[in-house]
């Protein structure tokens, strides 16, 4: 220490007693997240905000076209069906994936034997989810010779051409990421033990059945954890990309083009990105809105203890 | 006092963190520097690094790194640094570094080379001095790789789209075998002949991009071209008609069964996986390079032919064309190693034994003779197959794509998938792909 006092100058006490000052160590133990966030996080933003408003191969230098990136994807087709994809995803994805992780997690914070066993077992898919391994083997398992099938004619039913046909082809990606329910389960299942005991012991006092238990204390106790999960699943859900990206490339018909998909062809194979940079910034309006009207929305149903 | 020394501890571990980072940045920027130092460095006796990259299956990998390394046996102060991808790989990769003018020395390109012109070196001066040698092939075949007498690249062998079959299904269902001259009425009777009478497909995709290659052959044995022989922002034909036959083929063979829907199409991801392979189809579209691929996986006897026709003896659409092509980057320290490379990669016989025209039939005629005197069954089958294309003349397409083709193709992919599920009509599907691709390329 007083080497470096000495060295750097004529006032030793008070670089000791600049580095002791309490807000400097506070930065300097954030400054990885700072320059991180700056250079990681706000520069980029910052440039795709710019390309949004220009025509950039990435090549040549940008040219500044005003809007025209945005009219253009009033007039694209494949934009707006990509974003009617994306919603219905969204829409059937998320509240199936709540409902899974809930119901296990209640099974799950029951005491019973090997009950931590299962939690991590169920947790694996969550794990390993978003790999392009997994999609692999999903892709495998609904295909036209797929597992899937041999147990519907196993059991009597017609094989469905699953990733043949527009119509179908959007379900078992929605069951994929139903199945990675397990990062909601974990919340979940920390929010049913914070549940007071004493509760439940009045319940039973006052004879409620456990359905009764289960509407009137048990969701109402835990709706703010509900709510949490709702924003993260609808964020993420949104963002999906690496099932369609591996399965079905967006096809058949665009019919599993989700909007992250359509946009990084565009940046990344087509060099338009000036275009995906627009819409990247209109994915992020539609999350953000989103999010907006399920926190809007929830002071109806969200039910705090301590309020 | 104990706060203040973590925190200067601290500060001091991130200077020093941030010193390495810098370090490993400092060789990058000097790649970039320029082109001049080649000659100095050379002179010290010190090895001299060049990185060559490919895309490709795991066959050429292996053969071409047993190459690389042949090479460096002769050439004991030359390292070469070997790069290989997947082919989608190999795009992320060649983009990110052709922003950042740090191309690999030598890299494989096809036809899509537009994309990348201003990374690429111009080999005639390397030509005219004598690094690349090119003595024992033809004007034509250097001019196949040459953008208006800039020669771009050093073509690694020529190919030519045609139908690959399997003999023994076309016994099997009873029907005809085709021949050198059938069309397309023909082959459509073929495919459904088989669906008919197996169950099987009669006819496997028209490769991973059925909007690309085989529609712009549909338009060349029209007569016209889909993309304009040297202005990128025009078409080469100027009536949405023209697209339509092969929208209504297309149809016709998914509907009846005899051609796999999209969803199966896309799960079909490398030659080795081609129905055919399996037996669930007869025929596929395919690359004359990938034959012998398809060939060996099938592990039975498979034939070639040409694309059927219109008629008889109309155009054929395609000549024989480079499959893809060495180049050279323009920011290489050693543009003249990377020449001697490709000069050794192209004109040394044993090295030529072990690559065995994997990339497509060579260039250069005495490798490309030696080959064929050594060739098995089915490698004489592809050539027999380039043979019977420069016996019915190709037509003439223009050798180079456009820019913008990904982006068109994608679309031109996306109105087959609407087509096959009758959400449009092949007319109205041709008049959406032209009014598209003008759009774009305008």
New interface residues.
Partial sequence: ?KN?AVNKGKKPKS??QF??NET??GY??A??FIVGFLFLMAAPMALSFYYSFTEFD???TPTWVGLDNYVRMMNDR?FTGSVRVTFRFVFLSVPVRLVFGLMLAYVLTRKAAGVHFYRSVYYLPTLIGGSIAVALVW?QLF??QGVVNVLFNAVGLEGV??????NT?LYPLILMSVWQFGSSMLIFAAGLKDIPETYYEAAEIDGANKWHVFFRITLPCLSPIILYNLVMQTIAAFMTFTQAFI???G????ATNFLALYIY??A?????MGYASAMSWVLLMMVAVSTAIILKTSKKWTFYANE | MKRAKITVIMLVAMLILAACGADNRAPTQAVTGGVNQDATQASDGGTIEIRVAWWGSQLRHDRTVEVINMFMDQYPHIRVLPEFFDPDGYWIALNTRAVARDVWDVFQLGSNFPVYRDNILVLNDLIAQGHIDVSNTSNEFIEITSDVGEVVGISNGVNAWGIAYDPAIFELAGVPLPHIRWTWEEFEAMALGIHESLGIWGMSRFGTNPGGPVLTQFLVQQGVDFWHEYDNTQLGFDDPSYLVPFFELWRTLVQAGAAPDPGAAMLITDIEGDPVVTGLAAMTYIASNQFVALANAADRPLSMLPLPAFDPYSSLGRDVVSSQMFSIANNSRHPEIAAKFISFFQNNIEANQILQGERGIPIMNHVRETLQAEADPMVAETYAFIGMMNYLGGGAAAVFGNPNQSEIEAMANLLLDEVVFDMTTPEQAAQELFEFALSIIS
């Fill in positions: 220490m470096i670089l000791s580095m002791d400097v160590a300097v133990f400054l990885p990435m090549l040549s494949r892709g295909q036209r051409n699953w990733f043949g046909n527009p082809a399965i079905t490339g096809g058949p018909a665009n062809n565009h990344f194979n087509w060099f338009n």
